[in-house]
């Protein structure tokens, strides 16, 4: 406990407060930070680019805040501030089976598991893929090529039993196994969690479908089962079927988490199933109990929305990420409303209007998708999201060698993002589960913004004071993750308060997004600048950006802009007691420099040849959703 909250003390300016409210009654829940996807050398993607060496015990120790070597540069890595919980989300495909070429993790051929890889590769291609570290051009070979993601599954499923080697699930269990060993050994109840979890990575059509599925079971249980993949299935209906099965036969709870719906082909919002059927209200009902919450940040871009989605969101062009996972990347990126959780909020209020159920009340949180092993969300302490891609060099490219023209991502296009902040009771695996179901969480692009954010009547910033400040708030109002009935005209106030990470830049405003329904039964949306750092006015619903600061030739920023800490009470003056509307806070910061351009001085280069320069960090509340009584 105590080393707990000196950790805290190096992050929060309101410590104090959490270190008073230990000790009463009514403690204030804690601000837990981690990272609930997180890759090792289990996965097969990562084995192949890079990672022959960072298994969960290096992925735990380093989330711990030890050193570690990286399992590309074999140089030595490290956390500032080590996180308070990890899942480790290996993909459930073929899990460990790769690595499981190499005995002790040496280069050790184990002929067995060369003979099941066989059904991929020739012997000597798995070799000079591993022993390379360069195994992109061997696992484009595994991706799917573009097509509709309704037509690819359906054909998907009558190859299912072609999708995986032979004795891969011998080699999965042996993995899992190890895997929970491992948690056992760096799990500490009050002080790290380890939760148990995997990747379910369905892509039909080069639509990213892909789901982190966590479990609040207890190591001993987790190992009873196996985790279930796409290979089983590509269809997340056959996901959320096995979960509540496995649920009831375990006794334990499970939980989806949708990530990079930014890719998904409008596929992961849509108003109709990946088997072409509208969107029934038993479909609904499952997937809002089993799917609570949403990715909206990570290394391949942010989901939160898009330009062409909204327009008069000046923020919007932010953590672009125009390449689907497919075996030719090619220029054919067209966001649609089901890849953006915005448009899911607004899509979940149309459905609902209609079915009576909305399956799209989303929480959020960010993670990284990392998969060095490497738990990293710091722009100057990225490395990378494969091993074989941690170097300035190899950042700034080449691209893709499979797709036309070198089109597709690069190191430099990648984000340094993200974190998943969790308001708990205490760290535990339940205490954080139960947060998760509540959605009192959100998530950051890496920053540690402390973000609180409640809806009711009678609220003052003084509340927030108080060491019962948690407690008493809620007894007159809701936190993020929400509903709040409505039960005259008078708009609810909306409270809500962010202090700095004490490591990053300064804040520069507090933004509240709202999405209605309006009579017509189509959702609409707008952004309010509600608080923001001194020294500037509002004119005509306009608020001027904060312009960089930051010298381009050391990558050090100017500090004397932005505030250290915003909060306010907030009216929405276009309140109606009609609509039913949801409400999330969006904090910005001031602008600092990315990885890019980090990367860039070290080289010797004026600016970053890929990618922007300077980023506007941000932290994204879980909405609070209002209807009328």
Known sequence: MIKSLFRGLARSGAVMLMITCATTSQAAPQLLWGDTHLHTSYSFDAFLNGNQTADPNTAY?????????????????????????????DHAEFYGGIRDIYLDGVQKPNPNILERLAFWYTENEIRDAIDSGNGQTYFANLLPTDED??????????????????????SARNAWQRMLESAKRFDEPGEF???????????????????????????????????????????PEDLWKWMDETA??????????????????????????????????????????LEPLVEITQYKGDSETHPDLSPDDEFADFGLYPWYIQKVRTDNYQPRPGDYVRSALKTGLELENNLGVNP??????????SHTGLATAEEA??????????????????RNPNSPNNVGPTGWSMQASGLAAVW????????????????????????????????????????????????????????????????????????????????????????????????????????????????????????????????????????DQGAVTLR?????????????????????????????????IALGLDAPTVGESVIQERAYSSPIWTMPQ
């Open 568 to 600: 306010t009470v907030w009216q929405d003056p276009e309140f109606n007691p009609a609509q039913k509307a949801f409400y999330y806070a969006r904090v910005l910061q001031a602008p600092t420099p990315r990885h890019a351009l980090l990367d860039a």
């Open 381 to 398: 302490n990225f490395w990378g999201k494969m091993a074989s891609g941690a170097t300035p060099e190899r950042n700034a490219g080449p």
């Open 149 to 170: 993601p309704i037509e690819a599954a359906r054909s998907w499923t009558e190859n299912t039993a072609a999708a995986a080697p032979p004795g891969a699930d011998i």
């Open 424 to 559: 708990a009771e205490e760290n535990t695996r339940t205490a954080i589960f139960n947060a998760m179901q509540r959605k009192e969480v959100y998530g950051t692009t890496g920053p540690r913004i402390r973000l609180r954010f409640f809806a009711g009547n009678g609220l003052k910033v003084e509340d927030l004071d108080r060491d019962d400040w948690h407690s008493y708030l809620k007894t007159k109002a809701v936190p993020m993750g929400g509903n709040l009935i409505t039960t005259s005209d008078t708009a609810p106030g909306f409270l809500v308060a962010a202090t700095k990470d004490p490591l990053s830049a300064n804040l520069d405003r507090i933004q509240i997004v709202k999405g209605w329904l309006g009579k017509d039964g189509r959702a609409a949306e707008k952004v309010f600048d509600v608080v923001w750092s001194a020294g500037r006015i509002s004119s005509n619903g306009k608020l001027p950006a904060l312009e960089p600061q930051l010298d381009e030739k050391t990558g050090v920023w100017n500090d």
């Open 248 to 289: 009831a036969g375990i006794g334990a709870r499970f939980l989806a988490i949708p990530h990079n719906s930014n890719i998904s082909k409008g596929q992961m919002f849509s108003r109709r199933s990946l088997r072409g059927e509208a969107i029934t209200a038993d479909y609904a009902k499952q997937r809002g109990r």
């Open 193 to 235: 969690t380890a939760l148990i979890g995997w990747e379910w990575s369905s892509v039909p059509g080069g639509a990213n479908l892909h789901r982190v599925v966590i479990t609040d079971a207890s190591l001993e249980v987790a190992g009873t089962f196996s985790p279930f993949s796409s290979t089983d299935s590509p269809f």
């Open 61 to 89: 120790a380093f989330a711990r805040g030890q050193p570690v070597i990286h399992p590309g540069t074999r140089v030595r890595a490290q956390l500032k501030t080590p996180l308070d919980f990890l899942v480790i989300a």
């Open 360 to 369: 799209y009340a989303l929480g959020v949180i960010g993670s990284t998708d």
